[in-house]
Nanobody, 124 residues
Framework: QVQLVESGGGLVQPGGSLRLSCVASGGTFNSYAMGWFRRAPGKGREFIAHITRSGDNTYYADSVKGRFTVSRVNAKNTMYVQMNSLKPEDSAVYFC?????????????????WGQGTQVTVSS
């Protein structure tokens, strides 16, 4: 059992940057693969990025590739996503998630634990 808490969201201008954090408590952090998803109004959760348990491999959705970078510091029980060159279409609630299964995890249904989300609004 693990609890996840996101932070770092807010209002940013187009072209700006934000860094989101996801802090885990309980469980064993380095036993979970982690991911980031987002949900825009009226839509389901969209996969954004995945990072393996050790942090040695990452995978990104095409919509954010080259702009977002996911990382983790297992000693701090924390995962990050650095978001650069933000666009209005990036506006959404961003969620972190933990998966107990190994390998690449890109489906929301394959994640076991979720945070409550943090709002990102990109607007001038």
């Amino acid at each position: 059992q693990v609890q996840l808490v996101e932070s770092g969201g807010g209002l940013v201008q187009p072209g700006g940057s934000l860094r989101l954090s996801c802090v885990a408590s309980g469980g064993t952090f380095n036993s979970y693969a982690m991911g980031w998803f987002r949900r825009a109004p009226g839509k389901g959760r969209e996969f954004i990025a995945h990072i393996t348990r050790s942090g040695d491999n990452t995978y990104y959705a095409d919509s954010v590739k080259g702009r977002f970078t996911v990382s983790r510091v297992n000693a701090k029980n924390t995962m990050y996503v650095q978001m650069n060159s933000l666009k209005p279409e990036d506006s959404a609630v961003y969620f972190c998630a933990a998966a107990t299964r190994p390998g690449l995890v890109v489906r929301a249904d394959d994640y076991d634990y979720w945070g409550q989300g943090t709002q990102v609004t990109v607007s001038s």
